[in-house]
């Protein structure tokens, strides 16, 4: 899929873009105690070619089983994923894992480096994958590397990596197939707060430039204020959003709205 350059990104407002991910009545079960248990209740929401939206919900709420499911790592229980229009239940895994890889990058808390591959043998990883010489996208991984900050660690091994440089490592590993859309599970969380904002402005730049919609899953009220929009979930379900997307919107009023909705 073609990405769109920021300038039409922003002439375009969000809701009139394309879908990227569409969640439709998404519920996933759980065995806890020998009884299922809904962890992920009735989740519907549209995500578009370009946006930036945070999942806020404090710990156990759900996101990271959400998340699993919206990125095609888990299945739903019931209901349907699309990711740009295709459902990812159909088909065997397979076929679902083409669909994630050309459609999405996903980035983890912990980072999951390969220890044994350079910076840029970590990066270009998912073109290997998909049978792809790296040096055909020469110029295209540098000007990753360049975006994400890690140009100059190109040749250096995780284990000579800080915290922060991990994170935008695997920031530019989930970007090298140019997928429309990226996922990540509290990218700050094992970070400082200097590290975790750093983090926060680059998926933020990797959406300016590169066009990228980005899912931010968090439970931090400034990481999900560099949002467009901000959906809330409780105990697994959805308790409302907030779109920030044309005023000051700060740390403040993502911690007002948590008030609001009792959460
Ligand atoms: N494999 C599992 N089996 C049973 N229950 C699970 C399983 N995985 C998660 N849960 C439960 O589902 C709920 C939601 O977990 P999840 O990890 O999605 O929350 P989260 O919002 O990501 O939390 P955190 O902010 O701590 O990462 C929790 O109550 C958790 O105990
Ligand atoms: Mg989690």
Same mark, same amino acid.
């Given at each position: ?158 284990? #000579? +990596? ?9 920031? @530019?590993?989930? *970007? &090298? =197939?140019?997928? !429309? ?19 926060? #402005? +680059? ?9 990228? @919609?980005?899912? *931010? &899953? =968090?439970?931090? !009220? ?19 959003? #907030? ?21």
């Amino acid at each position: 899929m073609t990405q769109v350059p920021s300038t039409a990104a922003a002439a375009t407002p969000a809701a009139a873009r394309p879908v990227v991910l569409a969640a439709r009545s998404v519920f996933r079960f759980r065995a806890v105690d020998g009884q299922q248990v809904p962890i992920v209740r009735d989740v519907s929401f549209d995500l578009h070619q370009g946006e930036f939206a945070a999942i806020m919900g404090p710990s156990g709420s759900g996101k990271s089983t959400l998340l699993h499911v919206l990125a095609g790592l888990d299945r739903p229980s019931a209901g349907q994923v699309l990711l740009a229009g295709q459902d990812l239940a159909q088909g065997n895994e397979e076929h679902r894992a083409a669909i994630r890889r050309q459609h999405l990058g996903f980035v983890f808390q912990f980072f999951h480096l390969l220890p044994d591959l350079t910076v840029e043998e970590n990066v270009t990883l998912p073109l290997r994958i998909l049978g792809q010489s790296p040096r055909r996208h020469r110029a295209r991984v540098d000007s990753l590397l360049g975006l994400l900050g890690v140009a100059k660690l190109r040749d250096r091994l995780p284990s #000579a +990596l800080s915290g922060g440089e991990m994170q935008r490592v695997s920031i @530019a590993r989930a *970007l &090298v =197939t140019q997928p !429309p859309l990226l996922l990540a599970d509290e990218p700050t969380g094992n970070l400082s707060s200097k590290a975790g904002e750093e983090v926060v #402005a +680059l998926l933020r730049s990797v959406r300016d430039q590169l066009g990228t @919609a980005v899912l *931010l &899953v =968090t439970h931090n !009220p400034r990481d999900a204020a560099a949002g467009d929009r901000v959906l809330f979930l409780h105990d697994g379900a959805l308790r409302g959003s #907030a779109e920030l997307t044309g005023g000051p919107f700060g740390v403040a009023d993502v911690f007002r709205r948590l008030q609001e909705l009792g959460i």
